[in-house]
T-cell receptor, first 115, second 114 residues
């Protein structure tokens, strides 16, 4: 079946530090890949996405590149801010039958950025 | 710009009670979803509706029922609540049911079953 594995948190960084959150996946077919962000007390918001191999998604200074050869979609940001503190979810958009109707989420990574 | 609205935001129930979680979206989206979020497990799909008039089971449908009342509204019902259903429930919508489309989430309903 399809699955997403994220690096375990929590991750604590100082402001302006470099961020990497690892995400690897297992899937049949050709999935789309997403990063969602959840701020405290809120629902998930789409942060970025990539729909095919070698695509780079980017938004708000965050980037992730769809690497088919390593089945990865790692999230990076060059200089984090306190306001980036949130839970980050990697997600895969393809179900096991290939009909592409369901998202499979990783377990989430809590990021805390200290001033 | 309401997006996806869920009610209630918080609820405490006793085991065996029933309740309905409401969800409405104002983006004219075709597909709608119900997820539950439990610590360390990400989000798991309970039910979804690819379009008005259709519903399908997701990963964890047992103990739940859904109704796609119209294009805007998608409700989730717990007929006989159990402590294992204590969770945060999220409703989401998408322009189409194809999962290469982003989904838009409500702020969640925090449900405790005693």
């Amino acid at each position: 079946g399809n699955s997403v594995t994220q690096m375990e948190g929590p991750v604590t960084l100082s402001e302006e530090a470099f961020l990497t959150i690892n995400c690897t996946y297992t899937a049949t077919g050709y999935p789309s890949l997403f990063w969602y962000v959840q701020y405290p007390g809120e629902g998930l918001q789409l942060l970025l996405k990539a729909t095919k191999a070698d695509d780079k998604g980017s938004n708000k200074g965050f980037e992730a590149t769809y690497r088919k050869e390593t089945t990865s979609f790692h999230l990076e940001k060059g200089s984090v801010q306190v306001s980036d503190s949130a839970v980050y979810f990697c997600a895969l958009g393809l179900d096991s039958s290939g009909s592409a109707r369901q998202l499979t989420f990783g377990s989430g990574t809590q990021l805390t950025v200290l001033p | 710009n309401a997006g996806v609205t869920q009610t209630p935001k918080f609820q405490v129930l006793k085991t065996g009670q029933s309740m309905t979680l409401q969800c409405a979206q104002d983006m004219n989206h075709n597909s709608m979803y119900w997820y539950r979020q439990d610590p360390g497990m990400g989000l798991r799909l309970i039910y979804y509706s690819a379009s008005e008039g259709t519903t399908d089971k997701g990963e964890v449908p047992n103990g739940y029922n859904v109704s796609r009342l119209n294009k805007r509204e998608f409700s989730l019902r717990l007929e006989s609540a159990a402590p294992s259903q204590t969770s945060v429930y999220f409703c989401a919508s998408g322009r189409t049911a194809h999962s290469n489309q982003p989904q838009h989430f409500g702020d969640g309903t925090r449900l405790s079953i005693l």
